[in-house]
Antibody, heavy 120, light 109 residues
Framework: QVQLVESGGGVVQPGRSLRLSCAAS????????MHWVRQAPGKGLEWVAV????????YYGDSVKGRFTISRDNSRNTLSLQMNSLRAEDTAVYYC?????????????WGQGALVTVSS | QSALTQPASVSGSPGQSITISCTGT?????????VSWYQQHPGKAPKLMIY???KRPSGVSNRFSGSKSGNTASLTISGLQAEDEGDYYC?????????FGTGTKVIVL
């Protein structure tokens, strides 16, 4: 069965960096584009970034462009999100999500989420 | 990219039908037939309910249906059940990115 497990969340001071990882299993990771989606406490979903199946194409939401970097290691079935220059407004649960098998424009599997708290 | 607009809450009694709207622009919903809907229960990850406007993934009840007209998409839940209570989000593909809706809390009275 498909499993996505995020790790690396925690408390970090403003301006510092943090790296999230997402371990994928139960499917051929290298065949699917992958996304990061975040949700601030009590708020709605916000799309963060996407990376193509081969790691070549990457796109970012306006609020994180230039600060966050999405990457993947298909040999280790791992998705990553490097977050630099963190701000209080980056505080959120971060989900990794797989693009849909039937439609690449949807997200058919999600991880359980990793909480990132940016606070001094 | 601005969030798609959804009503903050929609309520209904068990057995009734409710509809959640999701309004975007001619650059997202109006341009692409790539609207998805997600259900989220408290403390849980979102679950895909509808993709490409009106298709249901395997395992999703046929009480859930989607449609689109112009810049507005809709999710209809028929035969409302207590387990349908939760938050619902629409999303649209747009120029290699995704935009989510503001979210709607469904309340089963």
């Amino acid at each position: 069965q498909v499993q996505l497990v995020e790790s690396g969340g925690g408390v970090v001071q403003p301006g510092r960096s943090l790296r999230l990882s997402c371990a994928a299993s139960g499917f051929t990771f290298s065949n699917f584009g992958m996304h990061w989606v975040r949700q601030a406490p009590g708020k709605g979903l916000e799309w963060v970034a996407v990376i193509s199946y081969d790691g070549i194409n990457k796109y970012y939401g306006d609020s994180v462009k230039g600060r966050f970097t999405i990457s993947r290691d298909n040999s280790r079935n791992t998705l990553s999100l490097q977050m630099n220059s963190l701000r209080a407004e980056d505080t959120a649960v971060y989900y990794c999500a797989r693009e849909g098998w039937l439609s690449a424009t949807s997200f058919d599997y999600w991880g359980q989420g990793a909480l990132v708290t940016v606070s001094s | 990219q601005s969030a798609l607009t959804q009503p903050a809450s929609v309520s209904g009694s068990p057995g009734q039908s409710i509809t959640i709207s999701c309004t975007g622009t001619s650059s997202d919903i109006g341009y692409y037939d790539y609207v998805s809907w997600y259900q989220q229960h408290p403390g849980k990850a979102p679950k895909l309910m509808i993709y490409t406007v009106n298709k249901r993934p395997s395992g999703v009840s046929n009480r859930f249906s989607g449609s689109k007209s112009g810049n507005t998409a809709s999710l209809t839940i028929s035969g409302l059940q207590a387990e349908d209570e939760g938050d619902y989000y629409c999303s649209s593909y747009t120029s290699s990115r995704t935009v989510f809706g503001t979210g709607t809390k469904v309340i089963v009275l």
